[in-house]
């Protein structure tokens, strides 16, 4: 396996460019089961395990895919299986996504229970639900969800979503995208990644209303072509690289990012004290001599997100004062706490809500990844602690951040991966 061997103290200064959204890719990735017709190109890419996860997934099922440079290439027209087999599924439950366009193209999908997750329970009864509404039939026997449209056709309905889900959103888009007339959702997901699936099938010829709201309107087509489309960049990559940095007093410029979908986290950046200026494609973060503490709450876009909590909550180790950090989408996701203890940090659970005693030393010694925001957490305090931090099991991190020690290393920061054997 591999670890993360970072010396502390080092300020970040510089710039990197972000990569394309992880979160993004898998929507629009599995949109592309949506047709026979024709290939799609699709750029900015991030080169990720999850990202080899999904196309082994869609492979799987019949897609054929090429990787070079951060462009993928699909076509889904020779499509022949429409069961996602647990072997996948529970490496990634994105892989959830593939149900909605199975079900809307074929009129059935067979797809493996995700299973458990890492920071509490993960339901897909929302997923389901809108599955049901849009006219299939669902049965769940020996671990499979088994989803049959009534007559071989999704129809248009209205779905409103008790609690807003990314997830269940982008399923139920790409799914009302070939059902038969007008789908509403309401309460929908508005986070950047749903905003991006929405030009994606925009773009494939779904004509869709209310694109970055709340309430989505979305006409079905009876068919759809291949396209060319530009990933968007990744707002959570970005806002661990600006923690990274606020964390060892750098100064660092991050390009190729639109930084208007970053609004509530740029702000809670400058609560802690840092001075942020932006252009229209990059950001730049000075770091202040003192980090004060900033409460911050994770909800739904464009609050807080949740996958910055504990990237926000290892800044915090460092700032002047108690911060409270709240996470009211995953109301258990705080597995990253001890581990941060460990290193020195002085934090407390409360329900769903951390409390950083700040300006605590960091001193190094090694740490386990448990998830993959939870590893981000401890590369950040061991950028700061004292002496040697080791971060173990790496490949949670792999998951989701490109060429992390890489991108860090240009920034200054001395990281590096070595390999160990654990048992
Ligand atoms: C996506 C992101 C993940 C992020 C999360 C919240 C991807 C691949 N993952 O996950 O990184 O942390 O959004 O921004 O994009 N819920 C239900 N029933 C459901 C589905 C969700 O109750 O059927 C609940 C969840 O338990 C959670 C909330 O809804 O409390 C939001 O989850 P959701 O937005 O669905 O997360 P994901 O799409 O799985």
């Given at each position: 396996m591999d670890k993360l061997v970072i010396k502390g103290g080092r300020k970040l200064s510089g710039s990197v460019n972000a990569s394309g959204s992880k979160n993004s890719s898998l929507p629009i990735i599995a949109a592309t089961?949506?047709?026979?017709?024709g290939t799609f190109t699709l750029h900015n890419i991030p080169d990720l395990r999850d990202i080899t996860t999904f196309t082994q997934l869609l492979n799987h099922l019949g897609a054929e895919t090429t990787f070079a440079d951060n462009t993928l290439r699909v076509s889904?027209?020779?499509?022949?299986?429409l069961q996602a087999p647990y072997e996948l599924v529970k490496k990634m439950r994105?892989?959830?996504?593939v149900l909605g366009p199975l079900l809307a193209r074929f009129g059935h999908a067979r797809v493996s229970l995700p299973g458990g997750c890492a920071f509490g329970p993960r339901p897909i009864d929302l997923h389901l639900m809108a599955m049901e509404k849009l006219g299939a039939t669902i049965t769940i026997e020996t671990g499979f969800i088994d989803a049959t449209a009534k007559e071989g056709k999704l129809r248009g309905a209205h779905i409103d979503f008790p609690v807003s889900s990314v997830g269940a959103t982008g399923n139920a888009l790409m799914a009302a995208a070939l059902a038969e007339g007008t789908t509403t959702l309401s309460n929908a997901a508005a986070e950047p990644e749903i905003v991006t699936l929405c030009k994606f099938l925009i773009a494939m010829g779904v004509p869709i209303r209310g694109?970055?709201?709340t309430e989505l309107e979305i006409d079905g087509v009876p068919s759809l072509a291949g396209i060319e489309f530009d990933n968007v960049f990744d707002r959570i990559e970005v806002g661990t690289l600006l923690a990274a940095a606020a964390i060892t007093g750098g100064e660092i410029t991050i390009n190729r990012v639109e930084p208007q979908q970053m609004k509530t986290v740029l702000k809670k950046f400058t609560e802690a004290g840092c001075t942020i200026t932006t252009t229209d494609n990059s950001i730049t973060l000075k770091s202040p001599e003192k980090l004060l503490a900033t409460d911050v709450t994770a909800k739904p876009y464009p609050a807080f997100p949740t996958d910055m909590q504990a990237q926000w909550i290892a800044l915090m180790t460092q700032a002047e004062g108690i911060s409270h950090i709240t996470d009211k989408v995953y109301h258990?996701?705080?597995?990253h706490i001890p581990e941060l203890n460990r290193l020195g940090a002085h934090i407390e659970i409360r329900k769903n809500q951390a409390l950083v005693h700040g300006q605590q030393p960091l001193s190094g010694t090694t740490v386990m990844s448990t998830d993959l925001r939870a590893s981000a957490s401890l590369v950040i305090a061991g950028l700061v602690a004292q002496g040697t931090t080791e971060v173990l099991r790496v490949y949670h991190l792999d998951r989701g951040y490109e060429k992390i020690e890489q991108k860090l290393q240009s920034l200054g920061a001395d990281i590096s991966r070595e390999k160990y054997n654990e048992f």
């Amino acid at each position: 396996m591999d670890k993360l061997v970072i010396k502390g103290g080092r300020k970040l200064s510089g710039s990197v460019n972000a990569s394309g959204s992880k979160n993004s890719s898998l929507p629009i990735i599995a949109a592309t089961l949506l047709t026979g017709n024709g290939t799609f190109t699709l750029h900015n890419i991030p080169d990720l395990r999850d990202i080899t996860t999904f196309t082994q997934l869609l492979n799987h099922l019949g897609a054929e895919t090429t990787f070079a440079d951060n462009t993928l290439r699909v076509s889904s027209n020779h499509v022949q299986s429409l069961q996602a087999p647990y072997e996948l599924v529970k490496k990634m439950r994105a892989s959830i996504y593939v149900l909605g366009p199975l079900l809307a193209r074929f009129g059935h999908a067979r797809v493996s229970l995700p299973g458990g997750c890492a920071f509490g329970p993960r339901p897909i009864d929302l997923h389901l639900m809108a599955m049901e509404k849009l006219g299939a039939t669902i049965t769940i026997e020996t671990g499979f969800i088994d989803a049959t449209a009534k007559e071989g056709k999704l129809r248009g309905a209205h779905i409103d979503f008790p609690v807003s889900s990314v997830g269940a959103t982008g399923n139920a888009l790409m799914a009302a995208a070939l059902a038969e007339g007008t789908t509403t959702l309401s309460n929908a997901a508005a986070e950047p990644e749903i905003v991006t699936l929405c030009k994606f099938l925009i773009a494939m010829g779904v004509p869709i209303r209310g694109t970055g709201t709340t309430e989505l309107e979305i006409d079905g087509v009876p068919s759809l072509a291949g396209i060319e489309f530009d990933n968007v960049f990744d707002r959570i990559e970005v806002g661990t690289l600006l923690a990274a940095a606020a964390i060892t007093g750098g100064e660092i410029t991050i390009n190729r990012v639109e930084p208007q979908q970053m609004k509530t986290v740029l702000k809670k950046f400058t609560e802690a004290g840092c001075t942020i200026t932006t252009t229209d494609n990059s950001i730049t973060l000075k770091s202040p001599e003192k980090l004060l503490a900033t409460d911050v709450t994770a909800k739904p876009y464009p609050a807080f997100p949740t996958d910055m909590q504990a990237q926000w909550i290892a800044l915090m180790t460092q700032a002047e004062g108690i911060s409270h950090i709240t996470d009211k989408v995953y109301h258990e996701r705080f597995n990253h706490i001890p581990e941060l203890n460990r290193l020195g940090a002085h934090i407390e659970i409360r329900k769903n809500q951390a409390l950083v005693h700040g300006q605590q030393p960091l001193s190094g010694t090694t740490v386990m990844s448990t998830d993959l925001r939870a590893s981000a957490s401890l590369v950040i305090a061991g950028l700061v602690a004292q002496g040697t931090t080791e971060v173990l099991r790496v490949y949670h991190l792999d998951r989701g951040y490109e060429k992390i020690e890489q991108k860090l290393q240009s920034l200054g920061a001395d990281i590096s991966r070595e390999k160990y054997n654990e048992f």
